[in-house]
């Protein structure tokens, strides 16, 4: 049996009930046979597969806290340290009733490729809880916040591992967990990222990962000789990462039509009001029923929908798994060119193929949407140098850092006779990179 099959049946054996864990390592492994069969000697006998499939080490904790009828509630809180042959583990924290160890496995294992992608000096972890902010007032999130950093206050640190947003984690939330940090800490410190701009936070790191997302779509759709201009856009999701990527696309000149949130979906055939919908979502925490009773041209449908819409471009932002083998079979009938993941693994495995067999250009997560971890290196280095650079500043090295990894996936995927399977290129440059480090640094 080839080492990646002995590893990958290894690995379900061990991990049997993280299906989202196993999916991750499925994915990469799959893709990894190129690389893997020209050197499976070393490999095998450095034990790399063994090693990158289990994580340096996990903490799940309690977290209590008390909400506003003075009733003590108990959530689970988790960081899972995965690998920091290249950096400090990094990593954005996950708050959502569905988290569990396999989802923040499956999160911290892409989270090391994609580091590593960005070319910056960051290892590979997650973090997160099953508690849901929706519903919740400022003081109980506070509370939670406080809670869940006095414990995790004692396993990260500016050089140790830097966590930051993710679903359900926003400036709010970093915001007061950077203040338990220092209370328990007494050190003042770039441990956290995605931080407030009056505390040590970096202009365009809220924007980062949906303008990154459309800086490598433009260079995707640029070097198969097309533009963004004119383009109809189909995105799902309306936090953080769907707003900003329906911003940079309409100020590249294309059209997005969609957005979704867990409850439905709109579909706007005047193009999303991005100012509206940051109202609904940013400022008001409601649901999108609001942007369509705001606004005539908009249709608000239950459920979910959005990749029925015909589109030249679809940019998933939600979830994982969120886009299945119909949904890829709807945009492939309706003309779609290029499916670039803002989320994290939301494109399932057999609708993946049936797109790249398809003739879809398409760019998974762990290229596509590291522009937000790239901007948190970037953070870090302006907190480690104590200055703050400007938007324009940060915003074009997160430019070059996506034209970067767009033609580092590209070379990687020629170089093994794979021309156009970004896939198969992201996760082999991501994976070079990491286990030189790991069999130069020794069995650690
Ligand atoms: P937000 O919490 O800001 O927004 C998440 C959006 O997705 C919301 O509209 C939410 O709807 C929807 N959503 C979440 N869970 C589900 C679900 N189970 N079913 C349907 N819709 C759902 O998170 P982000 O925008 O930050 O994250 C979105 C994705 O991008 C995630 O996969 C995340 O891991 C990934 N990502 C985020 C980065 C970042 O910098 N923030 C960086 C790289 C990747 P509702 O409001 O109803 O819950
Ligand atoms: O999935 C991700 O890359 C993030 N949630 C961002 C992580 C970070 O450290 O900025």
Redo the contacts with the bound molecule.
């Keep these: 049996m080839s080492y990646v099959d002995e590893v990958l049946e290894r690995v379900k054996a061990k991990n049997a009930s993280e299906p989202e864990f196993l999916q991750a390592v499925e994915e990469v492994l799959d893709s990894l046979r190129p690389v893997i069969d020209a050197n499976e000697e070393t490999y095998r006998r450095e034990a790399i597969l063994e090693r990158l499939t289990e994580p340096d080490r996990q903490f799940k904790f309690r977290v209590p806290w008390v909400d506003d009828n003075g009733q003590v509630q108990v959530n689970t809180g988790y960081r899972i340290q995965f690998n920091n042959s290249i950096g400090p583990y990094k990593g ?1 924290l ?1 708050l ?1 009733p ?1 988290v569990n160890t396999g989802i923040i496995k499956f ?1 911290g294992f892409e989270q090391i490729f ?1 580091n590593s992608l960005t070319g910056l000096p960051i290892g590979g972890g997650k973090g997160g809880a099953d508690f849901d902010p ?1 519903g919740k007032s400022d003081r109980e999130v506070m509370a939670f916040c406080q809670s869940f950093m006095t414990e995790l206050c004692k396993y990260i640190g500016a050089d140790v591992d830097v966590p ?7 400036a709010r939330e970093i915001g007061y967990m950077f203040g338990q940090y220092k209370k328990i800490k007494s050190v003042y410190e770039g441990v956290l990222t ?1 931080k407030g701009l009056t505390y040590g936070g970096s202009l365009a ?1 809220t924007e ?3 303008y990154g997302l459309l800086y490598i779509t433009e260079e995707l759709m640029k070097c198969h000789g097309e533009s963004m201009e004119g383009k109809t856009v189909v995105i ?8 900003y990527a329906a911003q940079k696309a309409q100020q590249m000149g294309a059209k997005v039509v969609t ?5 439905g979906w709109i579909y706007d055939p005047e193009g999303i009001d991005v100012a509206l919908l940051k109202e609904v ?1 940013e400022v008001k925490r409601a ?1 999108l029923t609001e942007y369509a009773a705001a606004r005539p041209s908009a249709e608000y449908h239950e459920g ?1 929908g959005v990749w029925s819409v015909k589109c030249d471009i679809a940019l998933p ?4 798994n ?1 886009l299945h083998l119909d949904d890829a079979k709807a945009l492939v009938a309706n003309g779609c060119k290029a499916v670039c993941e ?5 494109t399932t495995i057999d609708a993946t193929k049936y797109l790249q067999e398809n003739g879809v250009w398409f760019i998974g ?1 762990k290229a596509a ?5 790239a901007t ?1 290196a970037l953070e870090m280095t302006q907190n480690s140098e104590r200055l703050s650079w400007t938007f324009e500043e940060v915003d074009s090295k997160l430019q070059q850092i996506m034209v970067n990894i767009y033609h580092t996936i590209d070379d990687a995927a020629k170089r093994y006779g794979q021309e156009g399977n970004y896939v198969m290129g992201a996760n082999i440059a991501g994976f070079e990179k990491v286990a030189n480090a790991m069999i130069a640094q020794g069995v650690c």
């Design positions: 954005g996950r959502h569905s999160l994609k929706k930051a947003g993710d679903i359900g984690t926003g995605g790191r980062a990962t949906g799902s999701g309306a936090g953080n990462v769907a707003i957005c979704s949130d867990s409850t979502k649901r979910r932002c939600a979830t994982q969120e803002g989320a994290n693994m939301p997560g949407n590291a522009g937000g971890v948190s």
